[in-house]
């Protein structure tokens, strides 16, 4: 059983970061490609980062430069640090592991950006 546990979601003021968290258990960690996605009210989940078992990332646009996404393979856990942060960021982010054709996901941390 692959559990997925993030952590590190609140509120923040425009400008401000926040750093998440995604710690895995039950799983090879090491052989997962792992993603963040955020879903904001009303609207689709979408992709905001991404990493390989190799560690090359890739990022929505809208996130490029003020976002980066890591892992520590030997902690079991991903990042995302989220820097120059927007009120359109508002949205409950949620971790993502894949392999072969297993799809696992986090119960998603809340992240609200507002004055």
């Known amino acids: 059983q692959v559990q997925l546990v993030e952590s590190g979601g609140g509120l923040v003021q425009p400008g401000g970061s926040l750093r998440l968290s995604c710690a895995a258990s039950g799983a090879i960690f090491r052989r997962f490609d792992m993603g963040w996605y955020r879903q904001a009210p009303g609207k689709q989940r979408q992709l905001v980062a991404a990493i390989t078992t190799g560690g090359s990332t890739n990022y929505a646009d809208s996130v490029k430069v003020r976002f980066t996404m890591s892992r520590d393979n030997a902690k079991n856990t991903v990042y995302l640090q989220m820097n120059g942060l927007k009120p359109e960021d508002t949205a409950v982010y949620y971790c993502?592991?894949?392999?072969?054709?297993?799809?696992?996901w986090g119960q998603g941390t809340q992240v609200t950006v507002s004055s």
């Open positions: 993502n592991g894949k392999i072969l054709w297993n799809d696992y």
